[in-house]
């Protein structure tokens, strides 16, 4: 197919060099001429205008920082530009109403569109590993399937419109919570007089377990390879667990759920994110517990 990829940054450059692989003729654009020059190493068709790498797509696949700038890259450059029954695929994480009112547009425009975001670093987006969640109707899912399945491991229909950033920022809500809870556990264990590999043992094989435990402690040396064994290098950042748990709030407080424990965790994060540590990874935050 002929796919037109919008954003080629840490994540939409791997994405994008996936599809190549597949044998996808990739029409990249991005504002970063570095990161259009790094697509174009990668075998895509690189363009300096958004609205030209649209024109004669069959689909158009878009990785950008947040709602603001998806809306007004569809409205500028991709509406009207890309054919008409293009499936346009738009795999960033923004906040649902932005989603929703994208694809509504798209709709009204004569194009299947659905929001897809990703679940999986930057690693999974190389590596053609991510999740994908997706929102949308059944006949969007079903154009826009095989063209993720060559970007990821797992493509999840998760209803209407929308409901793929639904589900991408509950699932980082949670991620946000049992993270701080697992530090909180481990730095407390450590002040009653235990070991952290001794609490490990027992809390991995108790009710306390979860993912932040044992797949990703964050106690240097302790269970699985994690990020804190590379002094919080890599992995996801806080700033962006930052980003997923504000897209949060204003999605409860859209929908009048009470998120207690998301607001908590949000105003830890805000506080660590705040203090320079924002491009440290998220489990690092056991340092100020
Ligand atoms: P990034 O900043 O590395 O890449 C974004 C790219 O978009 C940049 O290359 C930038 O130049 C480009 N861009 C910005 N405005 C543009 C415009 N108007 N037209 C064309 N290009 C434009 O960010 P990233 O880490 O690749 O994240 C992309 C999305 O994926 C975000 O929504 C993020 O929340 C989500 N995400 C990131 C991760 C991660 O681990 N990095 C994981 C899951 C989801």
């Known amino acids: 197919m002929k796919i037109a990829f919008i954003g080629l940054g840490n994540m939409g450059g791997g994405m994008a060099a996936n599809l190549v692989k597949a044998g996808h003729e990739v029409r990249a654009f991005d504002l970063s001429a570095e990161a259009l020059a790094h697509a174009g190493d990668n075998g895509c068709a690189t363009f300096t205008d958004a609205a030209e790498a649209c024109a004669g797509a069959e689909a158009v696949v ?45 709709e009204a425009a004569g194009y299947d569109m659905v929001d897809a975001p990703v679940s999986g670093g930057i690693a999974a987006a190389n590596g053609g590993t991510l999740t994908f969640m997706v929102g949308g109707t059944g006949e969007a899912f079903k154009r826009a399937e095989p063209i993720l399945a060559a970007m990821g491991k797992a493509v999840i229909h998760a209803g209407d419109a929308g409901n793929g950033q639904a589900a991408k920022i509950c699932n980082n809500m949670l991620l946000g919570i049992h993270m701080i809870g697992t530090c909180e556990a ?5 002040k009653l007089g235990l070991d952290p590999q001794t ?30 064994d590379n002094d919080y290098q890599g992995g996801f950042a806080a700033a962006l667990m930052l980003k997923d748990l504000r897209l949060a709030m204003e999605a409860a407080d859209s929908a009048g759920a009470a998120t207690p424990m998301g607001a908590r965790a949000t105003a830890l994060y805000e506080d660590f994110a705040g203090a320079g540590n924002g491009g440290k990874d998220f489990s690092a935050i056991i340092k100020t517990l």
């Not at 878009?62 to 998806?70: E, F, Q, Y």
């Not at 569809?74 to 009207?80: L, M, P, R, W």
Request: charged share 10%; proline share 8%.
């Open 186 to 190: 481990f730095a407390m264990a450590q």
């Open 199 to 228: 609490f490990y043992d027992i809390s991995s094989v108790s009710s306390g377990q979860c993912w932040s435990m044992t797949s990703y402690c964050p106690v240097p040396g302790v269970g699985p390879a994690s990020p804190a």
């Open 62 to 106: 878009t990785m950008l920082p947040n709602g603001g700038i998806v809306k007004s890259v569809y409205e500028a450059s991709v509406f009207g530009h890309a054919p008409a029954g293009a499936v346009l695929l738009d795999c960033s994480t923004i906040d649902v109403a932005t989603a929703r009112a994208v694809i509504e547009a798209a």
